[in-house]
């Protein structure tokens, strides 16, 4: 009881925002948030591509929380698989990072000139090209201007979102609703087993992944203390 109370205590934000966004998911005040996971998802595809020799023709995400990338090239499997396991590994990175360095201002640049460069190269239809715009120039700008603390919370939001979304949509679209076109059966079409059969390896894999990052990722105390203004 007292381990459980002293770890509520030394991390009772991080269970705050866990909760928050857990409870607004479905609503439309997260929708950029969603977007922003579906855009990951979309960005591991195109990065896997890349990685296996391929080359991404282009991106794409919609309001209705769709995305799709068309690449030439590269590793089927890899290409397949990445959606939910990149998007999964990038939002674990970002906690980890948010929650171990200081290095949060830099990262959101970084994240932020990707972005603009994806749009820049890949993207073609309006609606993505405004988004990808529009988050890429406010992950920059929150950089420049947004202290280091609110930094950090804007990764652990994208973070914890990400790592939510990856095993909630596996379920959904592999398991529960196996008759969709999703990356599962795409993969089932391509090397072979069945939608259930990736679906439930790949939410294996993703409960696994989420268990490490938090065991692993989790400092002693992760509240952010704000720092005071100076006074003159």
Same mark, same amino acid.
């Given at each position: ?30 929708? $950029?948030?969603?977007?922003? @996971? ?9 990065? +896997? +591509? ?19 990338? @068309? ?26 990072? +948010? ?19 994806? +749009? ?11 988004? @990808?715009?529009? @988050? ?30 990856? $095993? ?65």
């Amino acid at each position: 009881m007292r381990a459980l109370h002293t770890f509520v205590t030394n991390h009772w934000q991080l269970l705050t925002l866990t909760l928050l966004i857990t409870l607004l998911w479905n609503t439309d005040v997260l929708l $950029p948030l969603r977007i922003l @996971t579906v855009f990951l998802h979309e960005l591991s595809h195109a990065l +896997a +591509a890349i990685v296996t020799g391929g080359e991404v023709l282009s991106l794409s995400v919609s309001p209705n929380e769709g995305g799709l990338v @068309t690449a030439r090239g590269g590793s089927p499997f890899w290409i397949t698989s990445a959606g939910y396991l990149g998007s999964l590994l990038i939002g674990a990175a970002l906690f980890v990072l +948010a929650l171990r360095t200081h290095w949060d201002r830099v990262i959101l640049a970084g994240f932020g000139i990707i972005t603009l460069a994806v +749009a820049a190269f890949y993207v073609r239809d309006l609606f993505a090209l405004g988004f @990808t715009l529009a @988050t890429g120039a406010a992950m920059l700008a929150a950089s420049r201007y947004m202290s280091r603390e609110i930094n950090d919370m804007i990764l652990r939001t994208i973070g914890i979102s990400s790592m939510i979304y990856a $095993p909630l949509d596996i379920f959904d679209d592999t398991i529960r609703r196996a008759h969709l076109r999703s990356d599962a059966r795409i993969l089932a079409e391509q090397i072979g087993g069945s939608t259930l059969l990736w679906g439930g390896l790949w939410l294996a894999i993703s409960l696994a992944v989420i268990a490490l990052t938090v065991r692993y990722g989790l400092p002693q105390n992760s509240n952010i203390v704000l720092r005071r203004a100076k006074t003159i």
